[in-house]
């Protein structure tokens, strides 16, 4: 029911939640973290907060409280293919390739459709000089 008291009560995580999407869609990073603090505070175990906090942090820079919060929403959602995926995506940006790599190759495990996956982990091995492992994972 869109007109729930709930999505006004303040002691939930998910109003933040959505408030912190909404204000990162808009623009508005800073507010948009704070939501997003406020919901992993309330619910350490909301994954999504969890992850929205996540690339919010990999997306200014600050990749060493990012892993934190990329590390809890995956512990919650292990089979979460977007997820590992982002996850690498934040860690070859900071040169992270073994750690990207692995991230990749999770998210291949539990979705080996995911086509984004495949071709960032067939450019991956191909800089590292790693061709014959390349081949499997197809790039447009």
Known sequence: D?????LLR?????PH?????M?????????????FREAVRLQPEYADAQSNLAKLLAGKGDLQEARRHF????????????????????LG???LYDEARVQLEGA???DAGLVEAQEVLAKLLLAQGRAA????????
């Open 2 to 6: 869109v007109c729930s008291s709930d």
């Open 10 to 14: 303040a002691d939930l995580p998910e």
């Open 17 to 21: 939640g959505n408030l912190g999407v």
């Open 23 to 35: 204000l990162a869609s808009g623009g508005d990073a800073a507010r948009a973290e704070a939501e």
């Open 71 to 90: 590390g809890a929403a995956i512990r919650l959602r292990p089979q979460d293919a977007r997820l590992r995926y982002e996850y690498a995506v934040a």
């Open 93 to 95: 940006s900071a040169r």
């Open 108 to 110: 291949l495990a539990a």
């Open 133 to 140: 492992e390349a081949l499997p994972h197809p790039f447009y």
